[in-house]
């Protein structure tokens, strides 16, 4: 069990993995655009990685920012087959900022260019090992 | 067993329903990681066999869990945690059938306690009672 820790301080992961119920280009970056707004609102860090309908995500921030985004994924009727990994404490965040590999390739508008939200960052060994464990096809 | 009366009566929910229950309790007593893990361990082999899924989160002394499957197999898991004396308080704040499973594994999960939460803060309930309504 872990300690028992100032409410302030606590940091939590969340990670899961889903099939995505739409995964047309538009609805995708759709999804990508609204997580990366509520995660800068929020400091949540961490990644997304998209494999056709297939999706594997890490969170990671303040347990009270965390467990209300985990009660509004587990529930969002976009992700199906849901495939918890952990919920738990973290001694220190592992991300320094918020990623989306493997974005189906759409034009991506000037506002999000310019903000970072939509950015194309490829999926290579390094990430396809850091998010290890995805359900083969 | 010759009668049951309580609402949970197992015949009358035939076991291929898919049924989703959301729900709270206390733990008894402080139990030990020794026993967590042991609960982790018989739980997922129980669950696993009778086709439940869900997760279950520990944060001492609560337990919040969410679980779904067909629905005889389910309301008797549920009745070993409601009879399970290391339970205690045992809410029940959802339970309906179900169209389509959202979990495929269960998992227990262990979240820090918290020594002094602030009275209008958020608290960990919150989140199980909103996640409760949003499956609604």
């Known amino acids: ?21 739409n995964a047309d280009a538009a609805a995708v970056t759709r ?50 087959e849901i495939e918890t990994v952990t919920l738990g404490a973290l001694d220190a965040r592992r991300y320094c900022g918020w990623r989306v590999h493997g974005l189906p390739d759409v034009p991506a508008c000037a506002a999000d260019v310019a903000t970072g939200a939509i950015a194309h960052f490829p999926v290579d060994d390094v990430v396809a090992t850091r998010m290890a464990g995805r359900r083969m096809a | 067993m010759a009668e049951r ?22 733990a008894a007593e402080p139990l030990s990681a020794q026993e967590l893990d042991r609960i982790e361990e018989r739980s997922r082999f129980h669950n696993e066999a009778a086709g439940i899924t869900g997760l279950l989160i520990v944060q001492a002394p609560h337990f919040y ?18 009879t399970d004396p290391r339970h205690c308080r045992v809410h029940i704040l959802r339970e309906e059938p179900a169209t389509t499973r959202r979990f495929v594994n269960w998992r227990l999960f262990r979240l820090p306690g918290v020594a002094s939460p602030r009275p209008d803060g958020p608290s960990s309930i919150d989140f199980i009672i909103d996640l409760s309504h949003r499956l609604g």
């Open chain 1, 1 to 21: 069990m872990p300690g028992v820790c100032d409410r302030d301080t606590v940091l939590v992961e969340f990670r899961f993995k889903s099939v995505l119920c």
């Open chain 1, 31 to 80: 999804m990508v655009r609204q997580c990366w707004r509520a995660n800068l609102r929020s400091g949540v860090t961490g990644e997304m990685l998209i494999d056709g309908r297939e999706v594997s995500q890490v969170i990671e921030g303040e347990m009270d920012v965390i467990l209300p985004m985990v009660a509004r994924i587990l529930s969002d009727p976009r992700h199906t």
């Open chain 2, 5 to 26: 009366t309580d609402q949970h009566e197992v015949s009358a929910v035939g076991d291929t329903t898919l049924l989703r229950l959301v729900w709270v309790s206390r």
């Open chain 2, 65 to 82: 869990g969410i679980m779904e499957g067909p629905g005889a197999r389910l309301l008797a898991r549920m009745e070993v945690i409601i």
